[in-house]
């Protein structure tokens, strides 16, 4: 399989360049150019064609694609994703997971709270809950609870550089909060890895958030292939929706809905690398579906609001519908769901959607039978999202 998997590209003579990517071994993808004409497309952008045109065909083609995408969320949204540093260890006592990594002369620890589940048997499932869970995490499931804001600040502007991953990679490091935060969840997950006593499987491994946490979580799901269920929540624009569809909310249906220039005002959750798009983001060659593509093919359930308008309901949907085409590709559609629902306070989970989660919950951090073929909102016509009008390119099976 491993074999098929890096072989395959050369047989083929795809022509061979640079990547970063652990999963594919250096030399095998396309490597985007240094310098990249900008082209406005006012469309959601093609996930299944490379930077440069060409069609992506295959499932060896489409993981060099999804290391592409990485690439450009990193080069001009999120900033750069360091590696594991040259120093990680830990421990675990009392219940408190200790985190230490060093980088040259830097070094820093944080800590977390690792639940006793009161109920099933160790070792456990865990959901890592980015500034606590707004979800109901079953009494059989541990709860990690990560103080995102020791790592990167979000108060505001003046937060930028701000928290321990730039204590460690200096202030001007390129990353915005969302991708310093994963940078933590990584280091969290290496040290569970290598420490015993805390009693949680680290196959079974979720992420979880809401509002700015839930942008949060998505990118975290994005970026580290070892969690295995990703849990968006009421995420919004800068998360499950497309900057695309929120300008044209606000800009065409009146509809107040944050945007790109908007947020890159209001706090530091993006690199500063982002800010020459926020008012051109047609320019832009990804969007927000992209990020389902950067999960897939692991667990994906994008929990979201219809009634609040800031949170760009059309947005969400139509993005994460059409992210979901992703999953459709790869033959994997029931391993991602989209649930929205309105009529309740932002963050607080209204019955109607508390057994979606449980059924996500239920097949990838329990492993048994659920049916996660979830894709519902109560908004009218699709919440007005018409595909035909983002959506130019069609949905082939990769094998
Ligand atoms: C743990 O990491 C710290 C740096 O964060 C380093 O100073 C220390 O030597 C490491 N300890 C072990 C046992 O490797
Ligand atoms: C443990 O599981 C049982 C059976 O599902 C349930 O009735 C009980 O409420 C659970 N205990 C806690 C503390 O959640
Ligand atoms: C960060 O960038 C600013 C502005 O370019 C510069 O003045 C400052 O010296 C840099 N700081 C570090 C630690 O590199
Ligand atoms: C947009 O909405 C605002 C607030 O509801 C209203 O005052 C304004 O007239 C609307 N503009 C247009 C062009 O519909
Ligand atoms: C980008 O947006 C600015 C401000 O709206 C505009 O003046 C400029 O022409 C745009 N640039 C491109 C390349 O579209
Ligand atoms: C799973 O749920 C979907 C949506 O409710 C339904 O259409 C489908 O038949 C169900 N599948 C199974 C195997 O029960």
């Known amino acids: 399989m491993v074999f098929s998997y890096f072989i395959a590209p050369l047989l083929l003579a795809v022509p061979i360049l640079g990547s970063t990517s652990s999963a594919n071994p250096p030399g095998l993808c396309r490597a985007l150019p240094e310098d990249i004409t900008f082209k406005s497309n006012p469309d959601l952008p093609n996930p299944f064609a490379f930077f440069d045109g060409h069609p992506v065909e295959s499932q060896t083609q489409w993981n060099c694609r999804r290391e592409e995408i990485s690439q450009l969320f990193q080069r001009f949204e999120l900033g750069t994703l360091p590696p594991r540093p040259e120093s990680v260890n830990g421990s675990f006592s009392n219940g408190v997971l200790t985190v230490n990594a060093a980088e040259g002369a830097n070094s820093i620890s944080f800590q977390v709270q690792i639940s006793k589940p009161a109920n099933g048997t160790a070792p456990f499932p865990a959901v890592i809950a980015i500034g606590g869970s ?100 009421e995420s919004g624009s800068g998360g499950a929706g497309c900057w695309r569809i929120s300008d044209h909310m606000l800009n065409f249906q009146n509809i ?50 219809t009634g609040i308008d800031w949170l760009g309901p059309e947005s969400v949907w139509g993005c994460q519908t059409t992210g979901r085409l992703i999953y459709d590709a790869l ?19 209204p019955a109607d959607q508390a057994p979606d989660v449980d059924a996500f919950i239920t097949r990838f951090l329990k492993n048994q039978h659920a049916n996660t073929t979830i894709v519902n909102t109560d908004g009218a016509n699709n919440v007005g999202f018409v595909a035909s009008d983002y959506v130019n390119w069609k949905v082939p099976r990769l094998h």
């Open 134 to 233: 707004s979800l109901p995490i079953p009494s059989d499931v541990s709860v990690i609870t990560f103080n995102n804001n020791d790592i990167a600040l979000q108060n505001d502007q003046s937060s930028r550089g701000v928290g321990k991953f730039f204590q460690l990679y200096g202030t001007n490091h390129s990353a915005g909060a969302l991708i310093a935060w994963t940078w933590g969840i990584s280091r969290i997950i290496d040290v569970l890895e290598m420490t015993e006593g805390h009693n949680i499987d680290v196959k079974r491994l979720g992420v979880t958030g809401c509002s700015r946490n839930g942008k949060g979580a998505y990118v975290a799901g994005a970026f580290e292939p070892r969690i295995a269920l990703t849990l968006v929540q």
């Open 256 to 305: 107040t809905t944050q945007t790109a220039s908007e947020i890159v005002q209001e706090n530091v959750w993006f690199s500063e690398n982002f800010n020459p798009f926020v008012n051109n983001v047609t320019l832009l060659p990804f969007d927000h579906h992209m990020l389902a593509g950067l999960v897939a093919p692991r667990g994906l359930l994008v929990i979201d609001n």
């Open 331 to 349: 033959g994997v559609s029931s391993s991602m769901g989209v649930t929205q629902e309105g009529n309740h306070a932002h963050c607080a989970l």
